[in-house]
């Protein structure tokens, strides 16, 4: 039994993943029109997804992270007028 170690190179996977995903067809029939195995396309959609997904979930996190400071500077900001105004207050003669 003579074991083929295919490799294939990232264009060709890309190509695989982007006939899967943006074109909606099937994982076997691409595998089949391939021939490659389905789970090794599996795999790759699952892995170029993974990617995407971390990409999304750093954006949203840093859009969180974001609203969350400026908060905190417009309570600062509100903190240093209320200060400023009080200041005066005690200083008049």
Do not use: C
């Not at 400071?69 to 900001?77: A, F, G, N, V």
């Amino acid at each position: 039994m003579s074991s083929t170690n295919n490799r294939y190179d990232e264009e060709f996977k890309a190509h695989a993943v982007k006939m899967v995903v943006e074109k909606g067809r099937s994982v076997s029939t691409v595998a089949k029109e391939l021939g490659v195995s389905p789970p090794a396309i599996r795999r790759w959609v699952k892995l170029s997804t993974q990617g995407e997904d971390s990409t999304a979930k750093r954006l949203a996190e840093l859009e969180r992270e974001n609203r969350k400071l400026k908060k905190e500077l417009s309570d600062t900001k509100e903190t240093v007028e209320v200060l400023k105004k009080s200041v005066a207050i005690f200083v008049r003669p």
